[in-house]
């Protein structure tokens, strides 16, 4: 890796296209100078947007694409249509060639997540790509996954995850050792939880020396803090996921009926006005924007499709920092102490070494 | 059904027995002065408790039981040790023997879901129970399961959660026809949700009278009130209850901190304290107590272990409204419907019938 990182960009993915994916890489570029940008995606669009921003113009080529993903289109659908010409197909491919460091989209989920997985096809040893989300807790952030790219895990894979995550908590939360959980449900003796048990037995057996693995968790113990990562299938990484921001939205919704019924409470609100502007901006979505691909050959961060400039700025500079810090060998490095055999090329001894 | 309701009430169960469990039933009977109680538990420390609410007194008995289920018990040791005499089993038992309309328990769950099996079995044509639950929405509330009685569930299992959970919102919530809603996650053709798209199939051909079948929702609709009940399979409903109940709290920790950082937001607090009490409030984790056991032939309440009397009070009127509206009949009825051959004594034209 060079002294620049190279974010290669899906212009015109997400509800905006480049009115956020160039003014979002703009804001970026300002605060981390060393970024570097591909864009693909229509010359004719991106050209003015880039115009706007000189010095971003000045480290970004553009490779014009004709054919855009739609935000509606079946995974399948896409990939009939988009492999190898698409804008986010070429996006990803970017890294694959060794053209970008890392991928990043805001464009249809099911698109990314299938291009991605044909495209850099999974890491040796691992079976399935994870989709990892960061999630604010009251302590800081922490890591989970798999927020929905596959339905159901067994023992290795929940144990894949938590190698995965416990690499990105290294990279992105600088946590030389991050705490890792596995979720798991309150009820004792319940059939069908064999794979979550199972892996907790292969991740204390294993004792992987970058993680600390400190048992089950439960849905309240993601925002408390009292894990780095929280690994889960992704069926209920997703609902988790989205019920929290739902539960988000639903108690400012109360807050703010409420804050506007009387008139003491509105004078109320108007003296507290600064400790409800730094409540929402906790509660600001676009701030842990960006879902990660990890377990692929090549990272790729899919950002939220509704994302502002703010949010997808959000994106790449967590991109940015995981390239700084050396994910992919990290992830690397603790895979090949879990399956030694797996033909990473890096045995035990080599793994327990610092990247 | 007489015109009083009779609760049969695990007297020992919970965090705090008696003092919870009696003294709640003594709320409950203020509220609703056709409530009739039986006490299963120690005589003597349900007696002295008694004492203290001597009109509660008069419409109780109390049966005594030497042996009372731990709280840290597995279900497993629970039915060794507990099976026909533990307090909790004889409250399950007064149930089936028509001794008591309902059941109620602030108990260990593993112990309460397992006896309720056992003792009351499934009814004709339910595979499974599930754990129904009351969610806080914007515009009123709704019902969720399973929360973790199963962990998995197949489209027909998932057709009769849809069918209890019909019946639990027109006993509840006094909807003629709920809106019923599948949980699902937003990525289009992932593996694995087979279930959850048959079970889709299965509710749009037999178009159930008594519920009106929405279709998808996903993690951020439960607290829109978007339907009136969700279902989905047990691990992903236990994950999203408890990730939203630790959201909320660490909202509310968000705010308590805010709201005393600085001298304005201290001032603002005070003007708005009327504001900010409804919000713990609607908040209030006491308010929507109560976990319904959905299937056997007989309800069973899973009051939360931690509740406090008010807790304790709203599983108890909640069990009364249930019984008062028929719940169980609306169950066979639905359940009739879908199942013409399941042998519930009743036929899909009977079914349509009012009950």
Chains 1, 2 share one sequence.
Not at 9 to 36: E, F, I, K, W, Y
Not at 173 to 195: A, M, Q, S, T, Y
Not at 198 to 213: G, I, T, V
Not at 223 to 252: H, P, S
Request: aromatic residues 4%; charged residues 25%; proline residues 4%.
């Amino acid at each position: 890796m060079a002294d620049t990182v190279t974010i290669s960009v899906d212009a015109m993915g997400g509800d905006h296209g480049p009115a956020v994916t160039v003014a979002g890489s703009a804001a970026a570029l300002q605060r981390s100078p060393d970024l570097r940008f591909r864009f693909f995606g229509d010359q004719a669009v991106i050209g003015p947007a880039l115009a706007a921003h000189a010095e971003l113009a000045r480290v970004s080529d553009v490779q014009h694409c004709d054919i855009a993903v739609d935000m509606a289109e079946k995974p399948s659908q896409a990939l009939r249509r988009g492999r190898w010409k698409s804008g986010m197909w070429r996006t990803i491919e970017a890294v694959k060639k060794g053209e970008a460091d890392i991928a990043v989209s805001a464009g249809n989920t099911g698109a990314l997540m299938a291009m991605s997985r044909l495209c850099l096809r999974t890491m040796p040893g691992i079976d399935r790509p994870a989709l990892a989300g960061i999630w604010p807790t009251l302590t800081g952030e922490c890591i989970v996954l798999d927020l929905g790219a596959s339905i159901g895990a067994t023992a290795s894979e929940l144990v894949d995850y938590a190698i995965l995550g416990g690499a990105m908590a290294r990279a992105l939360l600088l946590k030389d050792r991050p705490k890792v959980g596995l979720l798991n449900i309150g009820v004792e003796e319940v059939k069908g939880l064999e794979e979550v048990r199972d892996a907790s037995k292969l991740l204390r057996e294993a004792n992987p020396p970058h993680l600390e693995y400190v048992g089950f968790i439960e849905g309240d113990d993601l925002g408390k803090g009292v894990v780095d990562v929280a690994v889960t299938e992704g069926f209920a990484g997703n609902i988790a996921l989205k019920t929290a921001e739902g539960t988000a939205r639903q108690i400012a919704e109360y807050l703010r009926q409420e804050m506007s019924r009387t008139l003491p409470a509105r004078l109320g609100y108007l003296l507290a006005r600064g400790a409800f502007a730094t409540l929402r901006e906790k509660l600001d979505p676009n701030r842990v924007n960006g879902a990660i691909m990890l377990g692929l050959n090549g990272i790729v961060i899919k950002s939220h499709g509704g994302a502002k400039v703010d949010g997808f700025c959000s994106a790449l500079l967590r991109g940015h920092a995981m390239v700084k810090n050396g994910l992919v060998a990290k992830i690397r490095q603790d895979h090949a102490y879990m399956h030694p055999d797996a033909g990473t090329g890096a045995d035990r001894a080599d793994a327990v070494g610092a990247v």
